[in-house]
């Protein structure tokens, strides 16, 4: 799997859980490694490039860590988009 494709196919699995659970880093990296059958380094690698572009973010509360989709308002504050 191409690396592009692989991070579409991590951006559809957090949008599916998007508003039902918050998903804890190894979430996306176990589901997406058993679904797609990509090794987990691949998807840890993938998911942490799109948290520094900014396609995805990590959330804090409750004492735990998540990874969202950010809102635009997010973007637009470390301006990632006008």
């Known amino acids: 799997m191409e690396k592009e494709e692989l991070k579409n196919t991590i951006f559809a699995f957090v949008e599916k859980a998007k508003g ?40 804090y509360g409750g004492g735990a860590s998540s990874v969202e989709i950010p809102s635009e308002e997010y973007l637009r504050e470390k301006g990632m988009i006008k």
Do not use: Q
């Open 20 to 59: 039902k659970k918050k998903l804890k880093e190894k979430d996306i990296i176990k589901g997406v490694s058993a679904d797609a059958g990509v090794e987990k380094d691949e998807v840890k690698k993938a998911l942490r490039e799109m948290i520094d572009v900014g396609r995805l973010m990590y959330s």
